[in-house]
């Protein structure tokens, strides 16, 4: 699902399609990965090496020589030069989605379980256009969990934001508008825009940021949500 919500040009890979298992993985962490990890628990370790591996294995598609991600400032993932990238991991489902910088400015991916948000986080998370088109679009369709799929491309968004900017992007700080194109069932999947309510200014000497765009889709029992922003003038 995750190729889903994702272009052509993206490479995108899930740990499932590696001949791996969890300790394969955390045993392939390169020492300055491992060293920024050992103070975490098992289950966190495990899920920062795997989403580490699917990225190698998509640079390696990439035709890119192996070598670390590190976390840098806030969480972010930094990238060997040439490439960008983003990393998500929940219950079951580890992946990474890559792409030359000619190619894409920044992306950002978040897959989440399809499930509800737990009460008062929908409000804690919107602003009320956005709480009031969930509330619209589960009386139309109940069997998705449109609070889930909000949230996610929210942090969708941030992911592609913070590298561009190493700043905070809170969830008031961003309008997302979804737009269904496919509502079947327990199964959708659409477009979505996230239009960037504060100051715009990117580090990396391109363009403002003032919107991204992505795609979203609900199956299989997951949400996911990707932005991805083109360089100037790109396609
Ligand atoms: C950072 C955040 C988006 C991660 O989302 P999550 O659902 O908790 O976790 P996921 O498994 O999907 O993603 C984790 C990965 O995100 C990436 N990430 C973390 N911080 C990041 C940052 N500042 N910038 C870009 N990517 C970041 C990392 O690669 C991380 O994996 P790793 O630690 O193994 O390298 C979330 O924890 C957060 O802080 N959200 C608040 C900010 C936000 O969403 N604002 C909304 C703006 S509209």
Request: hydrophobic share 45%.
């Amino acid at each position: 699902m995750i190729r889903d919500v994702l272009p052509d040009d993206v490479v995108a890979v899930t740990f499932d399609e590696l001949d791996l298992d969890d300790a394969a993985a955390l045993a392939a962490l390169y020492p300055v990965e491992a060293e920024q990890i050992s103070g975490a628990v098992e289950s966190r370790r495990v899920e920062f090496a795997a989403a580490r591996a699917c990225a190698r294995e998509a640079m390696a598609r990439l035709g890119l020589p192996a070598g670390p991600i590190t976390r840098g400032g806030r969480g972010m993932p930094v990238w060997p030069a040439g490439v960008v990238g983003t990393l998500t991991h929940t219950a079951g489902l580890r992946a990474a989605a890559l792409a030359p910088v000619d190619r894409v400015r920044s992306l950002g991916l978040d897959v989440e379980p399809h499930g509800p948000l737990s009460g008062g986080v929908l409000e804690a998370v919107s602003l009320p256009e956005e709480a009031a088109w969930v509330r619209a679009a589960r009386g139309a369709e109940r069997a998705v969990h449109w609070d889930r799929l909000l949230f996610t491309a929210k942090e969708a968004t941030y992911k592609a934001w913070f590298p561009l900017t190493r700043r905070w992007l809170g969830f008031a700080d961003a309008h997302i508008t979804l737009t269904p194109t496919v509502v079947d069932g327990g199964s959708a999947s659409g477009v979505l825009r996230s239009r960037i309510l504060i100051d715009p200014h990117a580090v990396d000497g391109g363009p403002d940021l003032v919107e991204f765009r992505g795609r979203w889709a609900v199956r299989d029992g997951y949400v996911a949500s990707a932005v991805v922003l083109r360089p100037a003038g790109g396609r």
